[in-house]
């Protein structure tokens, strides 16, 4: 009975080992686990990247992306000048992505499709957070990072319209805070649900902590603002197939459209203007500093959204940042 026990547990490990492999890749907590699940390869690697996924099978941001390129785009942001002083940090970035890791952010395709996103979110971020000028010292794209708020905020951006989901809180203001910037309760309120953070009721903690800045920044870039459309990480890295509404409406699976479904209107549908313009630039200024090059960006009917349609008109809709 003992040696026919001993038998089954050497036959269990067997196929467990079967099912699960370790790849080493340099520091011990970096190692991928990987085992299969239903004819799929998922892995586990390391802190950056805790949950079983086909992502995690893949590099983890801080392999490609490290502080030093962090400086380098935003070697600004500490300047005196600058109105956020020691706010913006890389490993704030870092713990914050790796609650989407899993998900695809970052860790999505092979290594230059990874670095594109990175580049493509931080490139909204730089622009959205930017207190750069033409003739500014270092040029008018080193400067993201330099805010975390409204500085002159003309309302509290209360909409009495969602008073039974998401009300106002006596007191509290729901002017633009964090990486992508948030404005109006609704949003304040969605995405403190997403993260389990009562921000409808405390919107500053977003101006406070620089991680949960950063996390509802990628939460928003995850997440579609309506269920029947896609989130702009979707759109970036190909997983959304416009339909042939979108077809007409001009909105392609491109970094252009990246901004539609951010911005709507606010940006996209009105020719060739600077508050576009902007944001194509900061990405192919990172993509040039994280030494991709702008030339994998594609043309430049890609990075457009002048003549597109916005998924949500400004008329039926409260946007997430403007």
């Known amino acids: 009975m003992g040696m026919c026990r001993g038998i089954l547990v050497i036959l269990i490990v067997i196929l467990v080992l079967g099912n699960l492999s370790v790849i080493c890749d340099g520091d011990e907590s970096e190692k991928t686990l990987v085992k299969t699940v239903r004819g799929q390869k998922v892995c586990i690697r390391g802190w950056e990247c805790k949950t079983w996924s086909k992502y995690c099978c893949n590099q983890t941001i801080s392999d490609f992306f490290q502080v030093y390129q962090f400086e380098n785009l935003f070697s600004k942001r500490n300047t005196p000048v600058a109105h956020a002083v020691g706010f913006w940090d890389y490993e704030s970035f870092i713990i914050a ?8 952010f970052g860790t999505t395709g092979g290594k230059t499709m990874q670095m594109k996103e990175v580049a493509a979110f931080l490139g909204h971020v730089g622009c959205k957070t930017s207190c750069g000028y033409g003739v500014a010292t270092g040029g008018p794209f080193a400067w993201g990072l330099c805010y975390n708020r409204e500085m002159s905020p003309s309302q509290s ?96 699976p491109t970094f252009g459209t990246t901004m539609n479904v951010l911005y709507g209107d606010f940006v996209c549908g009105q020719g060739d203007v600077d508050a576009m313009n902007n944001i194509v630039s900061h990405y192919l200024y990172y993509l040039d500093l994280m030494g991709i090059g702008r030339e994998e960006a594609g043309p430049h009917n890609e990075l457009t959204c002048a003549e597109q349609k916005a998924f949500n008109p400004t008329s039926t809709t409260t946007t997430a940042s403007s």
């Open 97 to 104: 992505s790796a609650d989407f890791q899993h998900l695809g």
């Open 157 to 252: 951006y209360c909409d009495d319209t969602y008073k039974y989901t998401y009300p106002c809180s006596p007191g509290a203001e729901y002017y633009g805070r964090g990486a992508l910037p948030i404005y109006w309760n609704v949003n304040y309120g969605a995405t403190g649900e997403a993260l389990k953070v009562d921000l409808l009721s405390h919107p500053e903690y977003i101006e406070q902590n620089a991680t949960l800045a950063f996390q509802a920044a990628i939460w928003r870039w995850m997440t579609p603002v309506k269920k029947n459309q896609p989130s702009a990480h979707d759109i970036f890295v190909g997983n959304w197939k416009p339909s042939k509404n979108d077809t007409l409406a001009k909105r392609t």
